[in-house]
């Protein structure tokens, strides 16, 4: 008993000491407000500047005057306020907390015209001021994005970040957007690079489910990518690695570059309302050329005249290639139309915004919600797009905060047959014959037939009915401990998982139709999980002038894709389901993939009296794709900054009076590409069949492979940063060196009907990009009420395919069936390969005596080929200028790629049917009789430079005078979008690919739909 006693008695002595030591604690604690005023050298405060205690979770952000307010509870010591704004130098202030409740800190930063003090985004939670970096890494702003008058984040990002060759490869509503950093760096995966979202590795998968009867080539990757899911007005910054680099935290995925997407979340103050509406107009910038001349030759009822063997009077012409044609020359009358009319139209759309952030600096949050509609410049056609967001931060005290997000969108597309065949809407236009009123119904009101084995276009807009409906969860649970000084470990839980659904159906015709002419029905389900597990650990001390920064983490991502497929033919009538077509057409498909990617890195930085920046990094991947022998590597990466203009020795001379900062920097590194084979792809597999009636396997011929290995590139880049004329002229100069390396570019090798297969992944090659960049930003004028910034980039990048013989040629497989698009060791990835053109002395195309093109032979009527042209561009560049006046600003961008090729198969399609310029040429006898049956075959005439600038975009804004207290600031904008383009291409438009987002597959111009001038009007407010 007494022992009992003695024990409560011990505990009750613990527990009061504990809870003295509780009181004492809290009572040398205060709430305390530190407020003041940021502002610039001229005095004028500076919107939106960040305040923080160093080494803690507080932190505030001042107003559009500069003036802030920091209300947090300390105890009496001596704390540091880091100071900083975009483009401008943070620094720091020391204030001495006592007995007092209100501090003020008044400041004034100066200009950093290269952004230096920046502190960006280099991984999952890991951050790092821009001067301590080796590596290039590019950031564009929320508002920058906000103000491109687009709904799709990588449209918005065209002419923004330098080095990137951003394209939209389709017009159609949701705009698929294929993003290429330092070039083609792979030709069997993926070129696209990572994208990671407040720490989430997340897909931008392109996957086709509303085309799925479309064989666009096995290299084509057709439809709308993934990243049309995220809305733009969410996004705070995005920070762009674009190559190696980036491999101590992504190693074995980051070969392309790696997108950081830092979405907005609340901040401690006042509620903030943030509220956008506006209205989009769509239309066609530019027509082709239709001929509305009214003659044709032969007959009125003359299909192909200008190729085909025709009636009445007629001459004989015999190609090189021994094909003979009878053509006719007589000439009679016909009506023209223009069926552009019938498929074009002018969209509208809407774009609407509203967030609600604010908090305590114990919690903050922030909830969004978006609706954006967009109608096609293609008749029924559609992307509708809504997106909640919320995001939740708790400081439970300064050791430990919780991070919670979760993103749901949820979209719905009305779409037509893409690109790739001849039932699309552009492609309906461009293989018919424009001398049939396509208007005409018959008795029962459906559309006529116009001439054989083709389809109505009419019938393509009105009878053909492809949705694909997408619902998907971005989330993450993100745990902060900082349980010492300088000590901090984040633990990241992310998910992405979405659906895609796709139907389709094509209606039975009430005409004869070679193309799915008994009706065709399709029903696509795709399921997508990702889920990320990530923990990084960093520790950052300082030994006098040295500082050291140590990381380490580990990351883990399951990935699951399940796919359900039907479709069948010859459909019963008023049934538009599965349920409609003949059992016997019935075609069902079904995949499972799972993979898993696991690694760790370490990093170590150490800087010398913030002048000297040195880092080390290594990681160690793996992925379950590839064998266990081959599946693990090491990705090493080394970099190092010089910031010489913090010298002592550079503020002593003559040179720092007119360059005002300056550093050198070099980084070496490698990476990898885990996409170049799907999750099986090593092992020899089976397929199902039958045997009169008996089910049974047989061999797939495409044989596995138990030595393949993960593509692993390396990169070396030097650089250097500089301002000059008070920070009036910024300069930003990168060149680099990236390569495949140890010959692991992975190609689908044919195989000797010896081998017991047709084909097999090997890695037998290496790829290389050398290039460089050059970023400059201007600042000419900035006084008395008027601003006028300019930044421009220019980027050259050549390609370049290092292989043994195993690897050439490899022939790319794609809809149009031609043997002209390679991979040859010597040449680009894609280059364009085929027949071609006789020359003369002075290298003009040899004309026979009629005054024909005359096609190369070899021997005989063999034709000659050789490489033609190269769908990758030499440059790549843009031109942004800025100005504002008081409450108004205007700026415009150009952007552009010169150097590459354009396959243009519409061009000569539409020759040969009859109404395009060299046909109408033909007829009225301004070109001989034969002249495009001469050109129709030779590839060399489908070939146009693809060299474009375009207006992308122009704005002009006003912020409107207060007249409400309740909406603190408001403003309305016009922004326009690809408003004209500077080339001199035969068709709609040069930016464009049949190929999707293809590697490879580049530059083809086959039925797509033209990228639509954009008007959007829009009007912002904050409550």
């Known amino acids: 008993m007494r022992n009992n006693i003695q024990k409560r008695v011990s505990r009750f002595k613990w527990t009061g000491l504990f809870l003295s030591m509780i009181f004492l604690t809290v009572s040398s604690m205060a709430q305390i407000k530190i407020s003041g005023k940021v502002a610039n050298e001229k005095g004028d405060g500076i919107s939106a500047a960040t305040v923080t205690i160093k080494n803690s979770n507080s932190g505030t952000t001042g107003n559009d005057e500069g003036a802030y307010l920091l209300s947090t509870v300390l105890k009496a010591g001596k704390y540091t306020l880091v100071?900083?704004?975009?483009?401008?130098?943070?620094?720091?202030?020391?204030?001495?907390?006592?007995?007092?409740?209100?501090?003020?800190?008044?400041?004034?930063?100066?200009?950093?015209?290269?952004?230096?003090?920046?502190?960006?985004?280099?991984?999952?939670?890991?951050?790092?001021?821009?001067?301590?970096?080796?590596?290039?890494?590019?950031?564009?702003?929320?508002?920058?994005?906000?103000?491109?008058?687009?709904?799709?984040?990588?449209?918005?990002?065209?002419?923004?970040?330098?080095?990137?060759?951003?394209?939209?490869?389709?017009?159609?509503?949701?705009?698929?957007?294929?993003?290429?950093?330092?070039?083609?760096?792979?030709i069997q995966g993926s070129s696209e690079p990572l994208y990671v979202i407040d720490g989430v590795i997340v897909s931008n998968a392109t996957t086709n489910v509303t085309n799925p009867n479309v064989d666009a080539g096995a290299r084509s990757e057709i439809g709308t990518n993934r990243m049309a899911d995220i809305n733009p007005n969410d996004i705070e910054k995005i920070d762009v690695i674009p190559g190696a680099s980036a491999s101590a935290i992504y190693g074995s995925r980051a070969s392309n570059g790696v997108v950081l997407i830092t979405t907005k979340r609340g901040k401690a103050g006042q509620m903030k309302i943030d509220f956008s509406t506006g209205i989009i107009l769509n239309s066609l910038r530019q027509r082709v050329y239709i001929s509305k001349y009214g003659k044709q030759f032969g007959s009125a009822a003359l299909r192909l005249g200008n190729i085909s063997n025709g009636p009445g009077a007629t001459l004989s012409y015999t190609r090189p290639d021994g094909a003979l044609r009878t053509l006719s020359t007589d000439i009679v009358d016909v009506t023209?139309?223009?069926?552009?009319?019938?498929?074009?139209?002018?969209?509208?759309?809407?774009?609407?915004?509203?967030?609600?952030?604010?908090?305590?600096?114990?919690?903050?949050?922030?909830?969004?919600?978006?609706?954006?509609?967009?109608?096609?410049?293609?008749?029924?056609?559609?992307?509708?797009?809504?997106?909640?967001?919320?995001?939740?931060?708790?400081?439970?005290?300064?050791?430990?905060?919780?991070?919670?997000?979760?993103?749901?969108?949820?979209?719905?597309?009305?779409?037509?047959?893409?690109?790739?065949?001849?039932?699309?809407?552009?492609?309906?236009?461009?293989?018919?014959?424009?001398?049939?009123?396509?208007?005409?119904?018959?008795?029962?009101?459906?559309?006529?037939?116009?001439?054989?084995?083709?389809?109505?276009?009419?019938?393509?807009?009105?009878?053909?009915?492809?949705?694909?409906?997408?619902?998907?969860?971005?989330?993450?649970?993100?745990?902060k401990i900082k349980p010492v000084a300088g000590l901090n470990i984040d633990y990241i839980l992310g998910l992405d998982n979405f659906s895609q659904e796709g139907r389709n159906y094509i209606k039975r015709p009430a005409y004869a139709a070679g193309f799915e002419g008994t009706g065709y029905v399709a029903n696509v389900l795709i399921n997508t999980a990702l889920i990320n597990n990530d923990i990084n650990i960093s520790y950052q001390t300082n030994f006098k002038k040295i500082s050291s920064l140590t990381s380490a983490g580990f990351s883990h991502q399951y990935q699951k894709i399940t796919g359900v497929a039907a479709d069948g033919r010859d459909l019963l009538n008023g049934i538009t389901t599965i349920n409609a077509a003949t059992a016997s057409t019935i075609n069902t498909r079904y995949t499972d993939d799972v993979r898993q990617v696991f690694g760790g890195y370490v990093q170590q930085t150490f800087g010398f009296d913030n002048i000297i920046f040195v880092t080390a990094a290594g990681r160690i991947d793996g992925s379950t794709t590839f064998p266990k022998d081959t599946r693990t590597y090491f990705y090493p990466k080394v970099s190092g900054s010089f910031n010489f203009s913090d010298a002592k020795f550079w503020a002593a001379s003559s040179v720092s009076k007119w360059v005002n900062s300056g550093r050198i920097r070099a980084s070496w590194g490698q990476a990898g590409n885990l996409t170049g084979i799907s999750s099986y792809g090593r092992f020899d597999s089976y397929l199902a069949s039958n045997i009169n009636g008996i089910a049974t396997y047989n061999a797939d011929p495409s044989l596995g492979n138990a030595l393949v290995e993960p593509e692993r590139a390396s990169e070396l880049e030097v650089g250097t940063d500089l301002s000059f004329f008070n920070n009036k002229l910024g300069l930003v100069f990168t060149v680099y060196s990236k390569k495949i390396i140890e010959n692991s570019l992975l190609v689908q090798r044919n195989l000797a009907p010896s081998s017991g297969g047709t084909s097999r992944f090997e890695n037998v090659g290496n790829l290389t990009n050398k290039?460089?960049?050059?970023?400059?930003?201007?600042?000419?004028?900035?006084?008395?009420?008027?601003?006028?910034?300019?930044?421009?980039?220019?980027?050259?990048?050549?390609?370049?395919?290092?292989?043994?013989?195993?690897?050439?040629?490899?022939?790319?497989?794609?809809?149009?069936?031609?043997?002209?698009?390679?991979?040859?060791?010597?040449?680009?990835?894609?280059?364009?390969?085929?027949?071609?053109?006789?020359?003369?002395?002075?290298?003009?195309?040899?004309?026979?005596?009629?005054?024909?093109?005359?096609?190369?032979?070899?021997?005989?009527?063999?034709?000659?080929?050789?490489?033609?042209?190269?769908?990758?561009?030499?440059?790549?560049?843009?031109?942004?200028?800025?100005?504002?006046?008081?409450?108004?600003?205007?700026?415009?961008?150009?952007?552009?790629?010169?150097?590459?090729?354009?396959?243009?198969?519409?061009?000569?399609?539409?020759?040969?049917?009859?109404?395009?310029?060299?046909?109408?040429?033909?007829?009225?006898?301004?070109?001989?009789?034969?002249?495009?049956?001469?050109?129709?075959?030779?590839?060399?005439?489908?070939?146009?430079?693809?060299?474009?600038?375009?207006?992308?975009?122009?704005?002009?804004?006003?912020?409107?005078?207060?007249?409400?207290?309740?909406?603190?600031?408001?403003?309305?904008?016009?922004?326009?979008?690809?408003?004209?383009?500077?080339?001199?291409?035969?068709?709609?438009?040069?930016?464009?690919?049949?190929?999707?987002?293809?590697?490879?597959?580049?530059?083809?111009?086959?039925?797509?739909?033209?990228?639509?001038?954009?008007?959007?009007?829009?009007?912002?407010?904050?409550?």
Do not use: C
């Open 83 to 186: 100071f900083s704004a975009i483009g401008y130098r943070s620094i720091e202030e020391s204030v001495n907390i006592t007995d007092a409740i209100d501090y003020r800190v008044n400041v004034q930063l100066k200009t950093d015209a290269l952004g230096m003090d920046e502190v960006v985004l280099i991984g999952s939670s890991l951050t790092s001021k821009r001067k301590q970096l080796g590596n290039t890494i590019n950031s564009v702003g929320g508002k920058q994005l906000q103000n491109a008058g687009s709904g799709n984040i990588g449209a918005a990002l065209q002419g923004k970040v330098p080095g990137a060759q951003i394209t939209q490869t389709s017009g159609d509503p949701a705009g698929s957007i294929s993003v290429r950093m330092r070039g083609t760096s792979t």
């Open 336 to 479: 023209r139309y223009d069926y552009q009319d019938n498929i074009f139209q002018k969209g509208l759309g809407t774009d609407n915004f509203l967030s609600i952030g604010g908090g305590t600096e114990k919690t903050k949050y922030y909830f969004s919600g978006g609706y954006f509609k967009n109608e096609g410049i293609i008749k029924n056609t559609d992307f509708r797009r809504y997106n909640l967001k919320t995001r939740v931060e708790h400081n439970f005290n300064k050791y430990i905060t919780l991070l919670a997000g979760i993103a749901y969108t949820n979209s719905f597309a009305n779409e037509k047959p893409n690109g790739n065949v001849f039932w699309s809407p552009i492609n309906s236009v461009n293989i018919t014959n424009n001398i049939f009123n396509i208007n005409q119904k018959d008795a029962a009101g459906n559309n006529v037939a116009v001439e054989a084995t083709r389809v109505n276009p009419l019938s393509v807009i009105e009878d053909m009915k492809l949705t694909q409906a997408v619902n998907r969860t971005i989330s993450d649970l993100q745990l």
């Open 771 to 1023: 290039g460089w960049e050059l970023g400059l930003t201007v600042n000419p004028v900035d006084k008395n009420n008027f601003k006028w910034n300019i930044y421009g980039s220019v980027n050259r990048n050549k390609n370049l395919v290092t292989a043994s013989s195993q690897v050439t040629p490899i022939f790319l497989n794609n809809a149009l069936g031609a043997n002209s698009f390679t991979v040859i060791a010597g040449q680009p990835v894609g280059a364009f390969f085929g027949n071609y053109f006789r020359r003369d002395a002075s290298n003009n195309i040899a004309l026979d005596a009629a005054g024909r093109p005359i096609a190369e032979t070899t021997t005989g009527i063999t034709l000659a080929t050789k490489v033609i042209g190269s769908p990758n561009p030499d440059w790549i560049l843009s031109l942004n200028n800025s100005f504002d006046y008081k409450k108004l600003n205007f700026s415009f961008l150009f952007d552009g790629a010169l150097g590459q090729d354009v396959f243009n198969a519409d061009r000569r399609t539409r020759q040969g049917v009859g109404f395009g310029d060299y046909a109408e040429r033909e007829v009225k006898g301004e070109i001989p009789r034969g002249y495009i049956f001469s050109i129709y075959n030779t590839e060399e005439w489908r070939l146009e430079s693809g060299s474009y600038i375009k207006l992308r975009e122009v704005s002009l804004s006003y912020t409107l005078p207060a007249f409400s207290k309740l909406i603190k600031s408001a403003a309305v904008s016009l922004v326009g979008r690809n408003l004209i383009s500077f080339d001199s291409y035969d068709g709609y438009d040069p930016e464009t690919n049949a190929g999707g987002n293809s590697s490879a597959l580049r530059g083809i111009d086959f039925g797509n739909v033209p990228i639509p001038r954009t008007f959007q009007l829009t009007f912002r407010a904050s409550f």
